[in-house]
């Protein structure tokens, strides 16, 4: 069996670690996401103990974004944590 060997300049080694660096940066951006979970207005006047009402003013005041599927309106579960605003202490 014979041995391959490579010289590499300089710049080659630093622009392959450069690559391995950026291929490693996309790696981590592209891991897999959970599919998003949707509630229901019911679901988040349960979750949030307020009435359906509550629940349709923050829809029409824009706190909250509704989507629909079908006759079904939903809410998207990083839409609602993103409308949840830490308070100052």
Do not use: C
Not at 16 to 26: D, G, R, S, W
Not at 66 to 86: C, H, W
């Amino acid at each position: 069996m014979t041995t391959l060997e490579i010289s590499l300049s300089k710049e080659d080694r630093e622009s392959i670690l450069f690559i391995k660096q950026e291929l490693a940066e996309l790696k981590g951006k592209l891991q897999t996401q959970e599919p998003s979970k949707y509630y229901s207005r019911k679901d988040l006047s349960k979750l949030f103990q307020v009435d359906l009402s509550t629940i349709h003013n923050w829809s029409k005041k824009g706190i909250i974004f509704p989507y629909q599927i079908g006759g079904r309106i939903v809410f998207k579960s990083e839409d609602i944590e993103k409308a949840l605003v830490k308070l100052k202490n």
